[in-house]
């Protein structure tokens, strides 16, 4: 090892090797240690390597929140593999569509999620559970540059992008969320929120490099969030706004214990109404922006500004800068630009797309595509989720990759997709059709369904005549908007 690379050593064989007993995971009323955690993952390691998996090869996780899907995460790390994590509501196409852009070896999934890609390896945790094991040289130490994990994101374009996120990148998340948040001596974090998600997958990070607990659930239920909190000694939850709703209607006129300290909210900015009834019930709301490319947030709200500073995302992390330009200059206080930011959390760039890579990151600065303005005191106020982004109960929807699949239809002519206001979600999609003959909305809706996940399909069909466009053909969705 020589001295001057710039790594860490392996945060989870450290951690067990640090405090062996705390613990690491509770799940389904079962707790492990970081010593118990780290032994099964040592056996994972090498199973995998008993399938041929080794350093750099990516392979793909299909899999929905488990521990089974915990130790095949950090196994691969452990291997020096590169975890590429599938969103298992995506439709087969889709997922293909990654498979073969990642240039995945193996897909391993959970057994009921088990689809056939034509030319791929697909192996089923069952069936990678009865592997032998195979001797395995296991990483000691992560070398903070290389690819730790990728995960896609939906183009605005229509094709997705692998971001592609290094060890660096998640050190410097939790490092910068840690220097915010601050750390207790019993901290606990719900993990409610998909592990293929940045959201999930960052807290299981932090986990390990902080030394604390995660409760685990298989999947978001407010009664189980409550619980948790209540009984369970969680002190940290993330959620989306859908999520806190709920979990504030199954609360009822019950309140949370003191030792809850943090509900960090992301997904864009809380309505009103949920933080005056947070503020009545004392749950300390964190606002907060980030996306996959940043490695989970980099600016985040405090509890104190709740309300005199309302809709914002708050300041940037202690490791991170932010700024509004506009015209390649930057921007005045409270005048409107592109968000721009700066980090050691900000990804290196998407996987085979040297051209987005360049179009994104310049001179080091991160051109997110959103939309904001930070006021005279530096506080950032999202405008516009990537000007057309539909952020969905927290899932990303873009408006091209809908429009694609509604074009593909014979019978479609033009179409448009817009955000429309709901309560549950935030926003749905809804789209505008054009035809160039008959067909139902039904038809179109059950078309959709087929080539795309569920949350994506738009909740409702307008037939219009024409679309309204500019001088260079280009579509004018704020008169969508206005439209609805």
């Known amino acids: 090892m020589s001295a001057n690379r710039n790594e860490t050593p392996n945060w989870l064989k450290q951690r067990a090797f640090l405090t062996p007993n705390r613990l690491a995971i509770r799940y389904e009323g079962k707790n492990y240690s970081f010593l118990d955690l780290h032994q099964l993952v040592e056996k994972r390691a090498r199973q995998l390597h008993q399938i041929d998996i080794k350093r750099g090869d990516t392979v793909g996780l299909l899999m929905k929140n ?40 193996c897909v391993i999934c959970d057994d009921e999620l088990s ?8 192996m089923t945790l069952s069936e990678l559970k009865l592997c032998d094991e195979k001797e395995a040289a296991l990483d000691d130490s992560f070398i903070l540059d290389d690819v730790a994990t990728i995960m896609y994101t939906s183009g605005t374009t229509g094709k997705p992008k692998g971001v592609q ?24 974090w719900l993990l409610a929120v998909p592990l293929f998600h940045i959201s999930g997958l960052s807290i299981l990070m932090r986990s390990v490099i902080y030394g604390i607990g ?23 939850a993330s959620v989306v706004t859908a999520m806190l709703n709920d979990m504030l209607q199954e609360l009822g006129s019950d309140t949370y ?6 509900m960090l909210l992301g997904g864009g900015p809380a309505p009103r109404p949920i933080l005056e009834q947070c503020r009545e019930k004392e749950i300390p709301v964190f606002q907060t922006y980030g996306m996959t490319e940043t490695c989970s947030q980099i600016a985040t709200l405090a509890p104190e500004f709740c309300f005199s500073k309302l809709g914002s995302a708050g300041k940037p992390l202690f490791p991170a800068q932010i700024r509004i330009v506009a015209d390649g200059r930057d921007c005045s ?80 002519k033009d ?46 069909f307008t037939f219009v005549e024409s679309l309204p466009r500019n001088a260079s053909k280009k579509l004018l969705r704020r008169k969508l908007k206005e439209w609805l």
């Open 415 to 460: 179409v448009g997709v817009v955000g429309k206001e709901n309560k549950k979600w935030g926003k749905v999609p809804h789209a505008f059709v054009v035809r160039s003959e008959e067909v139902s909305e039904e038809e179109l809706r059950q078309f959709c369904l087929k080539k795309l996940a569920k949350y994506k399909v738009p909740k409702g």
């Open 333 to 412: 206080p409270n005048e409107e630009g592109e968000i721009v930011v700066k980090g050691p959390n900000v990804t290196p760039g998407y996987l085979h797309r040297p051209d987005a890579t360049n179009e994104a990151i310049r001179d080091g600065w991160f051109y997110t595509g959103d939309l904001g303005y930070l006021d005279e005191e530096g506080f950032l106020y999202v405008l516009d989720r990537r000007s057309d982004l539909i952020v969905s109960g927290g899932e990303n929807i873009y408006p091209a990759e809908v429009e694609a699949v509604i074009l593909s239809h014979p019978s479609v």
């Open 165 to 188: 996120q290094t060890f660096g990148n998640h050190w410097w998340s939790a490092i910068g969320s840690v220097l915010n948040l601050g750390l207790k001596d019993g901290d606990c």
């Open 214 to 236: 995660i409760v685990l659930h298989s999947s978001f239920s407010a009664k189980e969030a409550n619980r948790a909190i209540k009984n369970e000694g969680v002190t940290i």
């Open 66 to 105: 488990s521990l089974e899907m915990v130790i095949n995460i950090h196994a691969l790390m452990y291997l020096g593999a590169v975890n590429v994590l599938l969103n298992t509501r995506l439709t087969a196409e889709e997922l293909l569509w990654q498979i073969n852009d990642a240039n995945i070896k």
């Open 257 to 262: 214990p003191k030792s809850f300290r943090c």
């Open 115 to 122: 689809v056939h890609f034509p030319g791929k390896k697909v």
